[in-house]
């Protein structure tokens, strides 16, 4: 079994209010909610212009993890909403 850890900073663009901030992180999960992924918002709850998202997902295959895991920040990246500012991986074989 293998398990992709994905921890995801990013700066929300625009945003004035946690109501804004919210909006933008529920739009953000519907978009990925179609990859068989787990994902949550995990640190800076209380700001309104940054969020700490959590994403996980297993599999039997490393090499299917490695590949989601890049297309998940892929398409953080192209998103206008936010802005990556780090990010940390963790695959891990059990």
Do not use: C
Not at 24 to 46: G, H, P, T, W, Y
């Amino acid at each position: 079994m293998v398990i992709g850890a994905f921890e995801v900073r990013l700066k929300v663009m625009g945003a004035q209010s946690l109501k804004e901030k919210r909006k933008v992180l529920k739009s953000l999960k519907d978009r990925f909610s179609r990859m068989n992924i787990s994902i949550a918002e995990v640190d800076d709850q209380d700001k309104w212009q940054a969020a700490t998202i959590g994403i996980a997902l297993v599999s039997n295959d490393a090499g299917y993890v490695n590949s989601a895991i890049d297309k998940i920040a892929k398409s953080l990246s192209e998103l206008p909403a936010v802005e990556i500012i780090n990010s940390k991986v963790e695959i891990m074989h059990v």
